[in-house]
């Protein structure tokens, strides 16, 4: 099954920043940091494009890529404060998952297009 990644144009993590941060590559699968993984969180991806793209809307300078993952879970942690992320703690916060959250062990982001659809100059290199 696809899912779908949003990312910072650098391919860090959307989201997560400092002590959290992630940083993405095509054909490379990528883990949360052990911190994380040894607390139960991994990483988070989308299960719908349209989930991927309503969320990546609302973040500025993000594209949407194509994932395959590994170690699907079947729920979602609570939800925690993205101060707390970045600072090597898991707050609980009051705040909901965006629709479509999966949580899930591995990502290897395999193919990329923008928000608004176009593929990015970068996935050309080497194809001719």
């Not at 997560?16 to 940091?33: H, S």
Request: aromatic share 14%; charged share 30%.
């Amino acid at each position: 099954m696809v899912y779908w990644k949003v990312l910072r144009r650098n391919y860090h993590s959307a989201i997560a920043n400092g002590k959290a941060a992630v940083k993405y590559e095509y054909g490379a699968w990528v883990q949360a940091p052990k911190w994380l993984r040894d607390k139960g969180y991994y990483l988070f991806v989308f299960c719908d494009r349209k989930s991927a793209e309503d969320f990546g809307e609302r973040q500025k300078e993000r594209i949407i890529v194509k994932a395959l993952v590994k170690g699907k879970q079947k729920i979602l942690p609570t939800f925690c404060s993205f101060w707390g992320l970045e600072n090597g703690n898991l707050f609980p916060f009051s705040d909901t998952w965006p629709r479509g959250t999966v949580m899930v062990k591995k990502v290897m982001i395999v193919r990329g297009r923008g928000g608004n659809g176009k593929r990015r100059k970068d996935e050309n290199k080497g194809k001719q």
